[in-house]
């Protein structure tokens, strides 16, 4: 008999994927490659089409689904129950049951293991692992008929569905293979990793293994014993025996779980041979599929299987290296030095490299994951080096730092071992100095010294003089191209100037104001013993070019209010302020994101919610009123050091808090300037992007952001290129978490130690203040009109485009960032109480918990769940 619903797994691979689903593709690949698979078929796609078709339920499931308009879990579950039970309701067509039964009839054993198998599960981009129902010690024909069907409607699963929300993830064409395998009745059983997930290191595998059916560890009711090996030497370097007092076994329904027997429990599973043998299967495994495995094992009759093998899609990128013997260090450039843990568009990414390679050794900056990491190394073997990362009180993001620290603890002996003599380094350090570099360094020390000469509002026009003649400039010069090759040329050698030598010209103007506030603040300590509270002279900083666009927002919003317009992109007021800021943007340092004036959407929100609340009268009369108090505080300060006798003290610290308030707020004009010199970026890579359009290259201007300039200088067609690098994009951007330091064997470190003690959480403290709100967890910006009066936003970190944010919320915590960091210094010219570095904050708080937060102590408590 022919089969047109059923295929052999030995006759199945790869290529079948969307024929089988990934499992069984991946089983298929399995058996040709020699591992140990036991035998079996797999029920194919078109069966479960046939099904759907044959019992009337598309209309009914879509009728079902239409109502499903949020995430919200009951309701998601409410529709999942609805689906499902037309699947269990349904009747399994006769011509595929005939070819389901005679070949079930041709296995050795009637007791079968019955598994999902989806399109997309196994896949190396999205993992539905765990998602879809698997079925143990199915036996008999009238069990394998129901089970099947249950495989079928597990696509309708609650956590199927929520994932697909999530993930935005169509529904359409969504269909379930199923693999119908001899069960193995296992002795003993587990779970092995090709490269260690808890480390991401490629170079060990980590084992896994329990008393009987691997379903009691898969389900978490059982702690298993656990090994990791250098994969390399095939050498174990941790043995962890558990008390195992759970297993799964087979009974007459199925499975059950069981108590092991007493003398098992503490038993190891695996002996040292057995080990081995596990080695060499997981090499295999990996070798052919040419990346990272997850594989599910067992042991049945003395003889090792392999149940199952799927990539590993939760490893962090390795960053290629060029000697992957020697260990190399990397650090997460943009999230120390930007506290950015988004990825780049690959044209971002792909400038932002060039333009580092021009300040540093071309060999030190690697990218993955749309990040870019620069080694370390070299300057990790200089333990005065080390010092100064222990002083990060400077540092954008000291968690950063932190966990430097850790890395190059934990890897001190090779990293002493490898030391390199001083003469070796000499060509490396010359490699920094360029003719350019050393006209950057002779007119950035003359502008410092302009600041120190000239502490008040002339040096203050003078950096908005020069930042603003220097985007004049390059605007001209941007006019003026003609062709691809000058357009391509002028964004390459123009990458340095706007992210580097500009911001960083403009903030040499101010430099020393960065010392100003800890030197008055060592006077007044030594005359009047800590009688003052200097964070008053923080809030409502002048010439702060991000305050100040608050500010407007503010006061177009009262306007309006007061006219009783609505606000709308073409009122005069909105056009004003979108000619002016309309160039900023969430992630403005990336090309390849849309400015303001092309979607002014979320200002449009923002003051739509400042005028519904009435903030904006609150906010204004706020701001003046802190401004006020930090200029009355610096005449308490002076009188008291007067009164104490202390007069010259008293004129220094006056002139430095003053000084200190004129200058401080034109640290945040660097990145202003630098946005506006992306943005031209931007418009030349917008005309690129029309240029490709018209000649077929490329489906849309936009498209251009998601090639790279190789691409771009190639005359191929760039559709798929530029598809493929969308959907990678848009996948990293939800990553959850990024590793602030690599190394060149895959290792990642996050953070260093999390403290917790119960409901306390500890971070960096920024800005002062106690406060306890309800919590309102955001990931993006636009997402702020979720945000009510009074909440305590929580995120990963801040750039310029929160800033309008600050002005409706109670406090703050980010996962990212220290003192000097954006988000840190708004806070605290806004006088919202603010923790930094609290990690993972945004998924170990939820929205609607009664928090406290102090950010004097950076102390985070919760006082009750959702209200």
Known sequence: MENNYVRLLKDVSKKDLLIVGGKAANLGEMIKSGLPVPEGFVLVIDSYKEFI?????KIKIKDLYKNLDNNEYENVKRISKDIKELFQKGKIP???????????????????AVRSSGTREDSPDTSFAGLYDSFLNVHGKEQLHRYIKLCWASLWNTQAISYRLKHNIKDNNLANAVVIQELMKAKKSGILFTANPLNNKRDQILINSAWGLGEAIVSGDVTPDQWIVDKTKEKIVEEKITEKRKMTVCNDNG?????????????????????????????????????????????????FYIVQSRPITTLFPKVETDNNEELRIYINFLLIDKVMPEPLTPIGKDIWVKYLKKILPAKWVKSAAGRIFVDITELSRLRRWWEKLRDNSYAMDPLTTQTMLKVLEKNKDILKQERRPLFKLIPTLFSFISPSFLKFILTSMSKALY?????????????????????????????????????????????LKVYYYIPLQVLYYVINSITYLEKAKRIINKHLENKFNLSKVEKSLPNNVTTEMGLELLEIAKKLDKSGEQP???????????????????????PGVSRWKEDPEYIINLIRSYIDNKSYKKRIKKFYQDKEE????????????????AHREAKKVKNLLQSYRKLFGVRELPKYIMSQGVEVFREILLDLGEELMSEGRLESKDDIFFITFNDLKSEVKLQEIALR???????????????????SKGETFYSPDVSRNNDEFDGIPVSPGIYEGQVKVLEYPEEGTKLNEGDILITKATNPAWTPLFLKIGGLITEMGGPISHGSVVAREYGVPAIAGVSEATTRFKDGQIIRINGETGKVEILSEKI
């Open 94 to 112: 006769e011509k595929i049951l005939d070819e389901i039964n005679q070949n079930y009839e041709k296995m050795e054993s009637t007791q079968v």
């Open 451 to 495: 600041g120190i000469l000239f502490p008040g509002e002339k040096v203050v026009d003078k950096a908005y003089e020069y930042g603003e003649n220097q985007i004049k400039s390059l605007k001209q010069r941007a006019d003026k191209l003609t062709n691809r090759k000058e357009k391509i040329e002028f964004i390459e050698n123009n990458a």
């Open 255 to 303: 499975t059950k779980l069981v108590d092991v027997p007493y003398e098992k429990q503490n038993k190891i599973t695996l002996d040292h041979s057995e080990v081995q043998n596990l080695i060499e299967l997981a090499k295999k495994s990996e070798n052919h599929f040419e990346k990272p495995q997850d594989i599910e094992w067992a042991v049945c009759d003395n003889k």
């Open 725 to 743: 690098n969308r959907k990678i994009y848009y996948n990293e951007l939800k990553r959850s978490s990024v590793p602030r330091v690599v190394t």
């Open 630 to 645: 930090a200029e009355k505080t610096i005449q308490e300060i002076t009188i008291n050091l007067k009164e104490k006798g």
């Open 53 to 57: 078709e044959f019992n009337n339920m």
């Open 568 to 590: 709308q992109p073409s009122h005069p007021e909105i056009k004003k302020f979108l000619n002016k800021y309309g160039h900023r943007t969430y992630l403005e340092i990336d």
